[in-house]
Structure formats: structure tokens, C-alpha cells
């Protein structure tokens, strides 16, 4: 049974990075055939797909967030990273890692969620 | 970018109901749909795919249909695990949600 586990810092100062950490176990990101995504969810409100990466290094963002978002994967500690630059108080939200398994096309497992407020 | 669009937002039954929720795309996504559960503090949990295939695990009382743009999630009999908050999603193109539909108690 795979599971993640989100990491990282609860509050951000606007204009800082926000950078938080996935790690994976009960399987392998090395082994392929999933997308490694993260998700978030502000207040009350639905979800919105952030990014992906492949364990090969490959990625693929939300237009809508492209120009400040970095998704990065190290394989040797079975973990993702999100960093996303310039937030404002409307990046606060809980963030998700979860994996898609290519064949199937729905995120199968999620981590618990992490709240992150950005506030000075 | 696809936008989905569930209605109702909001649906009042009680335990033993058939629920019906909708779920529209802007534009045609063959099958390519999922259906999530989710509880308050909780993360999402996948109950479809590709539009009608029953995640492992899921009770049977879920079911999805539709292809192209209109799609349905019924719960055959409402049970009370099942008051939640239900959103469709779509992966033809990336991957974007609906706004969600709350199940509450009648």
C-alpha cells in the first residue's frame, strides 16, 4: 500500500517560496508508471491541480501557475518537492501530494494535506 | 482549459435515497472522468474512473456513466457514511475539477 507523506513549513511570508516535501513509501517513485502531483485546496473551496512529475524528471504544470511553480523529484529518498515563488495570500490552502497511476487517470492515493497560510 | 461544472451544489437526502449528481464538461473528454468522496479534514478519496470503473474497495452502491461531455455518479441507496462532498474530474486534458456537490442529511 503506497502512502505519502506531505512536509514542510505552515506559514510563508508573502513574496517568499513556499517549498514542501513529499515522501513516498509502501513503493518506489523510480519504478514508474505514476505521476507524482501535487494538488491544493484554498478555504472551503474545490481542488486545483498544481503539477506532475515523472520519475524520470519530466514535468508538466498548471498554465495558471507555470511561471512560479518548480517540481522536483529525488529518487534516492523516494521523495517530490514543490516550490512555489512570489506567494500571496491567495496560495493559502492545503496542499496534497498524490499519485496518478498513468493507466487509470484518477489521483489513487493522496497524503493527509498540509496547510500552509501565507501571512507576514 | 476544460471546465467542469457539477450541479446540483447542494443535494438534501436521507439514508436509503438513489442520489444522482451531474457533471458537465466545456468540451468533449471521451471517458476520461473520475468521481472522488470528501470528508471534512480529509483528503479526497477516488470512487471512479475512466467514467464507470469502480475503484478497488469502493461499495457497489456507487456507479459512474456518461462519456463526451455529460456524466453521472448515482449511489444506488444513500448510506450514512456517504454524507460528503463529491467532485468529478477530468484527465483528457491535464486535469481539472468540479466545484463540488455537498450530500447532507434531509
Known amino acids: 500500500q503506497v502512502q505519502l507523506q506531505e512536509s514542510g513549513p505552515g506559514l510563508v511570508k508573502p513574496s517568499q517560496t513556499l517549498s514542501l516535501t513529499c515522501t513516498v513509501s509502501?513503493?518506489?517513485?523510480?519504478?514508474?508508471?505514476?505521476?507524482w502531483s501535487w494538488i491544493r485546496q484554498h478555504p472551503g473551496k474545490g481542488l486545483e491541480w498544481i503539477g506532475y512529475?515523472?520519475?524520470?524528471?519530466?514535468?508538466y504544470y498548471n498554465p495558471s501557475l507555470k511561471s512560479r511553480v518548480t517540481i522536483s523529484v529525488d529518487t534516492s529518498k523516494n521523495q517530490f518537492s514543490l516550490k512555489l515563488s512570489s506567494v500571496t495570500a491567495a496560495d493559502t490552502a492545503v496542499y496534497y501530494c498524490?499519485?496518478?497511476?498513468?493507466?487509470?487517470?484518477?489521483?489513487?492515493?493522496w497524503g493527509q494535506g498540509t496547510l500552509v497560510t501565507v501571512s507576514s | 482549459d476544460i471546465q467542469m461544472t457539477q450541479s446540483p451544489s447542494t443535494l438534501s437526502a436521507s439514508v436509503g435515497d438513489r442520489v444522482t449528481i451531474t457533471c458537465r464538461a466545456s468540451?468533449?473528454?471521451?471517458?476520461?472522468l473520475a468521481w472522488y468522496q470528501q470528508k471534512p479534514g480529509k483528503a479526497p478519496k477516488l470512487l471512479i474512473y475512466?467514467?464507470?470503473s469502480l475503484e478497488s474497495g469502493v461499495p457497489s452502491r456507487f456507479s459512474g456513466s456518461g462519456s463526451g461531455t455529460e456524466f453521472t455518479l448515482t449511489i444506488s441507496s444513500l448510506q450514512p457514511d456517504d454524507f460528503a462532498t463529491y467532485y468529478c474530474?477530468?484527465?483528457?486534458?491535464?486535469?481539472?475539477f468540479g466545484q463540488g456537490t455537498k450530500v447532507e442529511i434531509k
Open positions: 498524490a499519485s496518478v497511476v498513468v493507466i487509470k487517470g484518477g489521483f489513487d492515493y
Open positions: 509502501g513503493g518506489s517513485i523510480s519504478s514508474g508508471g505514476y505521476y
Open positions: 512529475i515523472y520519475y524520470s524528471g519530466s514535468t
Open positions: 468540451q468533449s473528454i471521451s471517458s476520461w
Open positions: 475512466k467514467a464507470s
Open positions: 474530474q477530468q484527465y483528457n486534458s491535464l486535469w481539472t
